[in-house]
Antibody, heavy 124, light 108 residues
């Protein structure tokens, strides 16, 4: 059974960089069948895809966040990370990591396993 | 940018059928996923590739997609189906995922 667990600071100051890690268990991050994604949800609002990383290391990001986002995979290939720079109060949200099952012969996929989420508040 | 439009809320009596619409330009040409999110919980995939169900999802959940609208249909609705439902597609033109705004399903 695949499990994902987010971790990182729950409070980040404005203008600083938000850093989160997702630990994956029960699956290999080197599988060509999956991307590894970050998704966020402000309180009382909808879901927003942040970006994902493939086993090759290639990434795609939401165009609205692309200038501030970096997603990377740890050398152990059991964790992947999110960095979001120059944060403001608008970045306050629940942040989820998810496994994204890749389509065959097409880009993208669907999110079949999710972490429980971690709340990040941006405040001084 | 591509927008997926969902009604903010849908209400249905117990035992009846709920239909949640996700509108988007030519959405029928894309693969649509649906996620269920209960309060305080992470989303759960209930339909993928327009109409397929992951293992463990009841047959009461079904999906369809044509033209400018995709539909999630939940038959024999019960109190346990109360949740927010989100549609999602992948935009190959710009390589990113998009979610609808979500629909709150209320069981009367």
């Amino acid at each position: 059974q695949v499990q994902l667990q987010e971790s990182g600071p729950g409070l980040v100051k404005p203008s600083q960089t938000l850093s989160l890690t997702c630990t994956v268990s029960g699956d290999s991050m080197s599988s060509i069948s999956y991307y590894w994604s970050w998704i966020r949800q402000p309180a009382g609002k909808g879901l927003e895809w942040i970006g994902h990383i493939y086993t090759s290391g290639s990434t795609n990001y939401n165009p609205s966040l692309e200038s501030r986002v970096t997603i990377s995979v740890d050398k152990s290939e059991t964790q992947f990370s999110l960095k979001l720079s120059s944060v403001t109060a608008a970045d306050t949200a629940m942040y989820y990591c998810a496994r994204e099952k890749a389509w065959v012969n097409a880009w993208g996929g669907y999110f079949d396993y999710w972490g429980q989420g971690t709340l990040v508040t941006v405040s001084s | 940018s591509y927008v997926l439009t969902q009604p903010p809320s849908v209400s249905v009596a117990p035992g009846q059928t709920a239909r949640i619409i996700c509108g988007g330009n030519d959405i029928g040409t894309k693969s649509v996923q649906w996620y269920q999110q209960k309060p305080g919980q992470a989303p759960v995939l209930v339909v993928y590739d327009d109409s397929d169900r992951p293992s463990g999802i009841p047959e009461r959940f079904s999906g369809s997609n044509s033209g400018d609208a995709a539909t999630l249909t939940i038959s024999r609705v019960g109190a346990g189906d109360e949740a927010d439902y989100y549609c999602q597609v992948w935009l190959s033109s710009s390589d990113h995922a998009v979610f609808g705004g979500g629909t709150k399903l209320t069981v009367l």
